[in-house]
């Protein structure tokens, strides 16, 4: 029953969109706390040969101080996941998906980002080995944009002897903000909540093998 219900409250938060995976764990509104809402943009470069359009893209995020209260399989922790399909936007540099998630006030902190693609042969992840602590506050009856992650590809030389570049199969996301465009989008998408005030949320980190300014 759990699993239908979450089924149906992703299918909620992404507007249908198939390309959008959101999971958020039902005991974080079991104390009836105020709500806010997390607003951003995941997609992909799409320039080539750093293309990330065939990278999937997932971003792990969790209340602060919830890091020992939490296993390995990930229980209790929101995802956020796109493969670039069905995208909310495209033009010839990026195209993507918004997001919108009612979550309860508080302070909440991006700590994982895994990146999954191909080289051809094999399947190859990319994901940070230390938690990455990238904090941001929800706060009630208010959109936190959080801004727009890009999968971006690392290259790769098919040969010394033509010098051609690919994408790799490994990536990393690359985070800018685009907030006329997602703030539009977001009253499209979800007009019930266009008065809503949309505030930028400044996140700070440095660059690392899966996150980049």
């Given at each position: 029953?759990m ?7 992703t ?18 509104f ?61 033009n ?21 980002i ?11 992840t ?16 208010k ?5 727009q ?39 499209e ?10 505030n ?14």
């Amino acid at each position: 029953m759990m699993k239908t219900l979450l089924v149906f409250f992703t299918l909620l938060l992404t507007g249908c969109s198939s390309g959008l995976q959101v999971s958020v764990p039902d005991s974080y509104f079991e104390q009836n706390k105020a709500t806010g809402y997390l607003v951003g943009s995941l997609g992909a470069n799409t320039e080539w040969p750093k293309t990330g359009k065939n990278l999937i893209s997932t971003i792990n995020i969790r209340p602060i101080g919830t890091a020992h209260d939490i296993t390995n399989t990930l229980d209790g922790v929101i995802t956020i996941t796109s493969n670039n399909e069905d995208g909310h936007f495209e033009n010839p540099n990026v195209s993507g998906h918004l997001f919108s998630i009612e979550l309860p006030v508080g302070e909440y902190e991006i700590f994982s980002i895994k990146l999954e693609g191909s080289d051809g042969n094999k399947t190859l992840t990319t994901q940070n080995r230390k938690d990455m602590h990238v904090r941001f506050e929800i706060e009630p009856n208010k959109a936190s944009y959080i801004g727009q992650f890009l999968a971006v590809s690392r290259i790769a030389k098919k040969s010394e002897l033509w010098n051609l570049q690919y994408p790799s199969g490994y990536g990393y996301l690359q985070h800018s903000y685009d907030q006329s465009r997602d703030e539009s989008l977001f009253t499209e998408h979800y007009p019930e909540n266009k008065t809503m005030p949309f505030n930028l949320e400044l996140l700070t980190f440095s660059n690392s093998r899966v996150l980049k300014n």
